[in-house]
RNA sequence: GCUCGGGUGGUGGAAUAGGUAGACACGCAGGACUUAAAAUCCUGUGGACAGUAAUGUCCGUACGGGUUCGAUUCCCGUCCCGAGCACCA
């Protein structure tokens, strides 16, 4: 057994060695150090979990509604809990939160800051398939890993308010709304959701001609049509109008993970999660139409504090674009047809030399040429056979073939030839374009490889090596436009075209449906049988439809999803559907299910809702850009038609807190030994760098022996070293287990404390940069809080808080903190404000005080910081319960006073004077003051005085 | 290519309604206490030059211009780094 006295006697036995001291006087010195020790340093961990067991017994952050408090929502983008566990990096946010949380707190808000996890996802099920263990048991068990992580950093999360994806009476909501959308169609006329049945009215009266509705639907008919179409017709028809519906569409196919995957879960022809090579391939999916609510999505960003960065990404994604939607007649021989295109610069109609079709698009077999079929399906089969990876990297390889087939301009005429090529997406606008050469870059580059004639529509651009696509200068060669700016161009072109019948003013979006669903197991079931084919809802009575057990998680023989393989997988004679949702269906609404978690009748109640209404304050990453945020947003807004939900926007104020880099380490081994030469003699030898574990390496000085016992490959590792030492090179990447890069904090919990690691992680620099974690700088945050806590003792380790009035001085010390802490954390600069605490304890030192009129305010306002210690003194000086439920002192103004005289005055940059200047002076006394110096001033007037600055002959500024 | 950020000591970073640049911390150097170590405390620390010294002078916020009594901060141009988007018609 390994027990303290044990290790202690073998500690003071190596130290009777190795000084060659008399053993009993090695116990005396021993002695002496831990009694001081013990005393009064500060015992960080016999602290934390005395009071992270406090808190936890007595539910300390336990909130409910209630209408006589204000209320604040802090919320954290909740983890996916991976086999990995946390590393340093991730905590970043959650503390900042935390941090935020009880500062409001402190306040008087009732604030709701609860956690946690997104449970459902592909790395569990990857790792069912691999070792045969059920997704349910591993996610439990990582989940429990996560919760003793979190546990450790103090954060003051309401735990009774836990949510967990995967959990049947979570996800009993998830399906729930998913049936709402199902059973839902958007107005476009009313601009929300509206039930289905208010459709069939509609059809029944006039058929689906008069309906403005977002749709994907191929047919028109008259009421009376409507009733004559079958119920399998009918069906058929509104499958196309429903919010949640089943469409054949151009999916994300993974063959490696055996599923469809959403548009952000994809990069550049790869699957983010796996790196596995995706195609494109014609599928039946669920969707979700999230396109009806683009418009929304855009405007709901105007009204809420985002990042402009994050708003830019989300305004990129849904990508409105304002144009004309334009008829071309097209001849092929003998037939013709009417053709669309798109297109936001309707002022150069005059500049269309050409039309070119993507090669999916459903014109190209229509428009193809008897005499060039051949030329055309080699060229439709040559494109299938290219990645999307391939297609995106060649970007300025210019192939393409004439359809044989010709269009008219509809302004001047001319007959123009149709070509078909892959520079011309299918699933954008119409798939199909007029190209107009001496205006757009890839017309341009398209037109000099087939020599195809370029009409330039500016005065005096320059169009011989390039195209001039800059939306300015003076139309020519456009008829009616000419002499016009394109600014004016442009709304005249479209009015024009609209006059003449010629296509509608549109307005296009890049934002498609979502791809609702993903063949495979760990994901929530979707509540809909399958009779005589159709896809029928469940009753709301039947939900939570659950998850069945598997014994495996392949796809089925048939190549069906995994769920096929399930027994009874039905809803009485009729088969389940087998797909499960995507990840970002548990995660859509979970902030709505925190207010009313044990809700088993609602989402959420009214009076939950009502009470908490939406997240003030949201933190996270950026890497939610484009899917989690903009699929919340969808469905709250959703749920906002419906009424469920009071607020139409989810998240009012987002910040985004950086990614934790990790620092490596390197050693230089000389080519071909075991010998190591330090960073500053390796310029001396041929070297090769390696990559040593940062934990065995402090300050950049590695430590020889854990090095040599680390792998068993370097055991007889020789040095070379400088001043005695090993110093090891370094620098910033992503942290991982290959950089052997990776800081636990767990690590940096049993050895500096939870407070230190949270108020370090702080320090760092602003929350919202990017940083390399360095444990470097840790010392002197943990110094300081050493200090911190002396301040509250005497030498003999007494407590030694006075109850003695504090001096002027001292008050000064106080309130300049309490307006910096202020200040700060309400502008989420929460790195400076460990400065300022710094400052203050060294200056509280100097003046020796021990007064519990600064230091118990100073403990409240420490608490956000490093909430551990701050209950630990404030129990000490004898306050009940918590510092949690203390207020935040205020802030007295008569201090401020004493800071202006405190703020030199600047003469000519050299000189210095030092004025008495009143926060209650006028104009008048401040100019008389001046005067009696011999210099003028200019005063624009205010209430307060910070500074005033003077120059030669005048002042110029007195800044208030 | 387009959009948005950002370039400050050996290091992380302070300071921007223009006003003592480098707070605070790390590191480094020196010192105190100690038989010793640990811990703790104190001093110095952007660069160059001058002086025995206190101190003084000049140069310094990526680079080049501009506005201003005064610019790290505002404006114009250039370079570099990071993030996002990328045949979006």
């Known amino acids: 057994m390994d027990n303290p006295l044990k290790k202690y006697i073998r500690f003071a036995t190596s130290l009777h060695l190795f000084s060659g001291l008399p053993l009993t006087k090695v116990f005396y010195y021993l002695c002496a150090f831990t009694n001081d020790r013990n005393k009064m340093e500060y015992n960080f961990s016999d602290i934390e979990q005395k009071w992270q067991s406090f808190w936890s017994s007595h539910k300390t952050f336990k909130v409910e509604a209630d209408s006589s408090l204000p209320k604040f929502y802090v919320l954290d983008m909740f983890p996916y809990p991976s086999g990995a566990g946390l590393h340093v990096g991730h905590p970043l946010g959650y503390i900042a939160s935390d941090i935020y949380t009880r500062y409001k707190r402190l306040k008087g808000y009732n604030v709701l800051h609860p956690m946690g996890y997104d449970a459902f996802g592909l790395p569990a099920e990857q790792y069912a398939i691999q070792t045969g263990q059920p997704p349910q048991k591993t996610t439990s068990q990582n989940i429990k890993r996560y919760r003793e992580q979190l546990d450790k950093l103090g954060f003051s999360y309401d735990w009774d308010r836990e949510i967990r994806t995967c959990d049947p009476s979570y996800y009993k909501w998830t399906q729930w709304a998913f049936l709402k959308m199902f059973h839902h169609w958007y107005d476009m006329e009313l601009d929300k959701a509206c039930p289905i049945e208010t459709l069939i009215d509609a059809f029944n009266t006039h058929g689906n001609t008069r309906i403005k509705a977002a749709h994907n639907c191929k047919e028109e008919f008259g009421a009376s049509e409507w009733k004559a179409f079958s119920d399998k017709e009918k069906e058929d028809i509104l499958m196309s109008y429903r919010i949640a519906y ?77 144009g004309a939607q334009m008829e071309f007649m097209v001849k092929n021989g003998s037939e013709t047809f009417s053709m669309s295109v798109f297109t936001t610069r309707a002022d150069t109609i005059f500049g269309v030399t050409f039309m070119v079709l993507a090669p999916e698009s459903e014109w190209v077999n229509l428009l193809t040429a008897p005499e060039q079929k051949e030329e055309v399906e080699k060229y439709v089969a040559y494109v299938k056979t290219k990645t999307e990876r391939e297609r995106m990297s060649q970007t300025h390889h210019v192939t393409g073939v004439f359809s044989g087939s010709y269009a008219t301009n509809p302004f001047t005429g001319k007959e123009i030839p149709v070509w078909i090529s892959e520079y011309v997406m299918a699933g954008y606008g119409t798939g199909a374009i007029m190209a107009v ?58 009015e024009e075209v609209e006059k003449r019948k010629l296509g509608v003013r549109t307005t296009n979006y890049r934002l498609r449906d979502a791809i609702f669903s993903r063949q495979r197991y760990w994901g929530e079931p979707f509540p809909i049988y399958y009779r005589d084919g159709m896809a029928t809802p469940l009753p709301e009575s039947q939900l939570p439809l659950e998850l069945p057990p598997l014994d495996s998680f392949h796809p089925s023989s048939s190549g069906e999803p995994p769920l096929a393989n399930a027994k009874n997988w039905t809803y009485g004679e009729y088969p389940l559907e087998t797909s499960t949702m995507p990840g970002f269906a548990g995660s859509s609404a979970y902030y709505l299910r925190y207010m009313d978690p044990h809700n088993s009748r609602e989402l959420v109640s009214r009076d939950s809702n009502n009470y908490w209404q939406d ?89 020889l022996e854990a090095f040599r016992q680390w792998n068993p490959e370097y055991k007889d590792a020789r040095f070379i070293l400088e001043n005695g030492e090993y110093i090891c090179g370094w620098t910033v990447e992503k942290m991982s287990k290959s950089m052997f890069n990776v800081v636990n904090p767990d690590v940096i919990c049993q050895r500096y404390g939870a407070d230190t690691l949270r108020m370090y ?25 050493k200090k911190f806590w002396r301040l509250f003792f005497d030498k003999n380790g007494e407590l030694a808080v006075t109850n003695n009035p504090p001096v002027e001085k001292e008050l000064k010390i106080l309130h300049n903190l309490i307006r910096k802490v202020e200040d700060d954390i309400e502008s989420f600069s929460f790195n400076t404000t460990i400065s300022a605490f710094m400052i203050g304890v060294n200056q509280l030192t100097d003046l020796d005080c021990h007064k519990r009129g600064i230091l118990e305010p100073f403990v409240i306002l420490i608490s956000p910081y490093a909430p551990h210690i701050a209950e630990e003194l404030w129990s000490l000086l004898g306050n009940k319960p918590s510092v949690a439920n203390a207020a935040f002192p205020v802030f007295n103004q008569e201090f401020i006073k004493e800071l202006i005289f405190e703020y030199p005055v600047s003469f000519n940059g050299k000189l210095r004077f030092k004025k008495t200047l009143d926060i209650n002076m006028n104009k008048d006394e401040i100019e008389r003051l001046v005067r009696e110096d011999e210099r003028t001033i200019k005063y624009s007037g205010g209430e307060k005085i910070r500074k005033i600055i003077v120059v030669p002959e005048k002042i110029i500024n007195i800044v208030i």
Request: proline share 3%.
């Open 246 to 322: 089943i469409g054949e569409t151009t999916v994300n196919w993974c063959a490696a993970l055996g599923t469809v995957l959403a548009n952000d879960e994809v990069r550049e022809g790869f699957s983010i999660r796996g790196d596995y090579p995706v195609v494109q391939k014609k599928m039946k999916q669920w969707q979700l139409r999230v396109s009806a609510y683009a418009e929304r999505l855009l405007k709901g960003l105007e009204d809420i504090t985002w990042s402009d960065s994050l708003k830019e990404m989300q305004r990129n994604w849904i990508g409105k674009s304002e």
């Open 437 to 494: 050469p001496a205006h757009d870059s890839r017309d341009y580059i398209f037109a000099r490889h087939f020599k195809l004639p370029i009409i330039p529509l500016i005065e005096g651009c320059d169009i011989s090596s390039e195209s001039f696509d800059a939306k300015e200068g003076i139309m020519c060669n456009s008829g009616f436009l000419d002499g016009m700016t394109v600014q004016e161009a442009i709304p005249a072109a479209i």
């Open 615 to 703: 997240v003030d304050l949201y933190i996270g990453g950026t890497e939610h850009a484009t899917g989690h945020l903009i699929y919340s947003r969808f469905w709250n807004k959703f749920l906002f038609d419906l009424g469920i939900v009071c607020k139409e926007e989810p998240f009012r104020k987002l910040v985004n807190q950086g990614m934790i880099q990790g620092r490596s380490n390197f050693v230089y081994r000389i080519k071909n030994t075991n010998t190591f030469v330090s960073l500053g003699l390796k310029e001396n030898y041929k070297t090769t760098e390696l990559h040593v574990d940062v934990n065995l390496v402090e300050n950049d000085r590695l430590n």
């Open 761 to 785: 992680e702080m320090f760092l620099g602003p929350l919202e940069q990017s940083k390399p974690w360095d444990t470097n700088g840790i010392d002197g945050v943990h110094r300081f809080l």
